[in-house]
Protein backbone atom coordinates (compact mmCIF):
# COMPACT_ATOMS: atom_id res chain seq x y z
CA UNK A 1 0.00 0.00 0.00
CA UNK A 2 1.47 3.44 -1.21
CA UNK A 3 2.13 5.33 2.13
CA UNK A 4 3.46 8.67 0.34
CA UNK A 5 2.99 10.80 -3.46
CA UNK A 6 5.51 12.57 -4.83
CA UNK A 7 5.04 15.26 -7.70
CA UNK A 8 6.86 17.18 -10.20
CA UNK A 9 5.98 19.69 -12.86
CA UNK A 10 7.90 20.68 -15.50
CA UNK A 11 7.43 23.77 -18.38
CA UNK A 12 9.27 24.62 -21.12
CA UNK A 13 9.11 27.21 -23.64
CA UNK A 14 10.58 26.26 -27.38
CA UNK A 15 12.82 27.55 -30.06
CA UNK A 16 13.42 26.64 -33.71
CA UNK A 17 12.06 23.79 -35.63
CA UNK A 18 14.23 21.07 -33.23
CA UNK A 19 12.42 22.41 -30.55
CA UNK A 20 15.53 23.26 -29.10
CA UNK A 21 14.78 24.46 -25.45
CA UNK A 22 14.42 28.37 -24.70
CA UNK A 23 12.93 28.48 -21.20
CA UNK A 24 12.42 25.73 -18.46
CA UNK A 25 10.68 25.64 -14.69
CA UNK A 26 10.56 22.93 -12.21
CA UNK A 27 8.60 22.97 -9.48
CA UNK A 28 8.01 20.10 -6.64
CA UNK A 29 4.61 20.07 -4.65
CA UNK A 30 5.47 20.31 -1.34
CA UNK A 31 2.51 20.13 1.67
CA UNK A 32 0.06 20.80 -1.04
CA UNK A 33 1.96 24.14 -2.38
CA UNK A 34 3.91 24.09 -5.33
CA UNK A 35 7.72 25.41 -4.82
CA UNK A 36 10.18 25.81 -7.80
CA UNK A 37 12.68 23.04 -7.94
CA UNK A 38 16.25 24.23 -6.45
CA UNK A 39 19.24 21.79 -7.58
CA UNK A 40 21.91 22.20 -5.06
CA UNK A 41 24.14 20.19 -2.67
CA UNK A 42 21.08 20.47 -0.11
CA UNK A 43 18.29 18.96 -1.83
CA UNK A 44 17.35 15.44 -0.89
CA UNK A 45 18.51 12.66 -2.86
CA UNK A 46 14.99 11.26 -3.39
CA UNK A 47 14.16 14.64 -5.09
CA UNK A 48 16.79 14.51 -7.52
CA UNK A 49 15.96 11.10 -8.15
CA UNK A 50 12.37 12.41 -9.50
CA UNK A 51 14.06 15.22 -11.21
CA UNK A 52 16.52 13.23 -13.22
CA UNK A 53 12.90 10.58 -14.50
CA UNK A 54 11.26 13.92 -14.72
CA UNK A 55 14.44 15.16 -17.38
CA UNK A 56 14.82 12.16 -18.91
CA UNK A 57 10.99 12.06 -19.92
CA UNK A 58 11.25 15.31 -21.17
CA UNK A 59 14.41 14.38 -23.22
CA UNK A 60 12.69 11.77 -25.16
CA UNK A 61 9.23 13.95 -24.96
CA UNK A 62 11.09 16.50 -27.01
CA UNK A 63 13.81 14.78 -29.60
CA UNK A 64 10.78 12.14 -30.66
CA UNK A 65 8.03 15.06 -31.25
CA UNK A 66 11.16 16.64 -33.78
CA UNK A 67 11.98 12.94 -34.82
CA UNK A 68 8.21 13.19 -36.15
CA UNK A 69 8.09 16.81 -37.47
CA UNK A 70 6.16 18.03 -34.76
CA UNK A 71 7.15 21.55 -33.53
CA UNK A 72 6.48 22.53 -30.37
CA UNK A 73 5.42 26.06 -28.30
CA UNK A 74 5.41 24.82 -25.11
CA UNK A 75 5.04 21.59 -23.36
CA UNK A 76 4.04 20.61 -19.32
CA UNK A 77 5.15 17.44 -17.94
CA UNK A 78 3.72 15.99 -14.18
CA UNK A 79 5.23 13.04 -12.82
CA UNK A 80 3.41 11.57 -9.91
CA UNK A 81 5.28 8.89 -7.65
CA UNK A 82 3.43 6.74 -5.44
CA UNK A 83 5.53 4.82 -2.65
CA UNK A 84 5.98 2.96 0.37
CA UNK A 85 7.34 4.30 3.39
CA UNK A 86 11.21 2.76 2.03
CA UNK A 87 10.81 4.93 -1.28
CA UNK A 88 9.70 2.16 -3.03
CA UNK A 89 8.09 2.83 -5.97
CA UNK A 90 4.52 1.56 -6.22
CA UNK A 91 3.19 3.77 -9.09
CA UNK A 92 4.88 6.01 -11.30
CA UNK A 93 2.57 8.18 -13.64
CA UNK A 94 4.19 10.49 -16.59
CA UNK A 95 1.59 12.91 -18.18
CA UNK A 96 3.61 15.37 -20.67
CA UNK A 97 1.27 17.82 -23.36
CA UNK A 98 2.86 19.71 -26.16
CA UNK A 99 1.46 22.94 -27.61
CA UNK A 100 2.49 22.54 -31.09
CA UNK A 101 3.51 25.22 -33.67
CA UNK A 102 3.45 23.09 -36.79
CA UNK A 103 2.67 19.56 -37.51
CA UNK A 104 0.15 16.10 -37.75
CA UNK A 105 0.24 14.77 -34.45
CA UNK A 106 -1.37 11.43 -35.40
CA UNK A 107 -1.94 8.83 -33.26
CA UNK A 108 0.63 6.88 -34.01
CA UNK A 109 2.96 9.17 -33.42
CA UNK A 110 1.50 9.97 -30.09
CA UNK A 111 1.77 6.13 -29.27
CA UNK A 112 4.90 5.93 -30.67
CA UNK A 113 6.60 9.12 -28.82
CA UNK A 114 5.07 7.55 -25.69
CA UNK A 115 6.42 4.37 -26.14
CA UNK A 116 9.74 5.67 -26.81
CA UNK A 117 9.85 7.65 -23.36
CA UNK A 118 9.25 4.53 -21.18
CA UNK A 119 12.67 3.79 -23.06
CA UNK A 120 14.79 6.52 -21.91
CA UNK A 121 17.90 5.35 -19.86
CA UNK A 122 16.63 6.94 -16.25
CA UNK A 123 13.12 4.32 -16.92
CA UNK A 124 15.07 1.71 -18.37
CA UNK A 125 17.12 1.16 -15.25
CA UNK A 126 14.08 1.45 -12.31
CA UNK A 127 13.11 -1.88 -11.44
CA UNK A 128 9.39 -3.37 -12.21
CA UNK A 129 6.67 -1.05 -11.18
CA UNK A 130 3.30 -2.05 -10.87
CA UNK A 131 2.04 0.18 -12.18
CA UNK A 132 3.57 2.85 -14.69
CA UNK A 133 1.42 4.56 -17.32
CA UNK A 134 3.17 7.62 -19.44
CA UNK A 135 0.38 9.40 -21.10
CA UNK A 136 1.47 11.92 -24.25
CA UNK A 137 -1.17 14.30 -25.90
CA UNK A 138 -0.66 16.98 -28.02
CA UNK A 139 -2.97 20.18 -28.74
CA UNK A 140 -2.62 22.69 -31.83
CA UNK A 141 -1.26 26.53 -31.31
Given at each position: ????????????????????????H??????????????????????????????????????N?????????????????????????????????????????????????????????????????????I???????
Amino acid sequence: MSDLTFQMLLQCQYTGDKNEIEQLHVELLDSDDWKNFDLNLYTPGFDIFMYAILTCQHMYFRMNATEYGLVLESSEGLITVMADKHRSIETLNVDFKGKLKKGNATDDKVNSIAARMGLCPVSINLKNIPQNIITVTFDDA
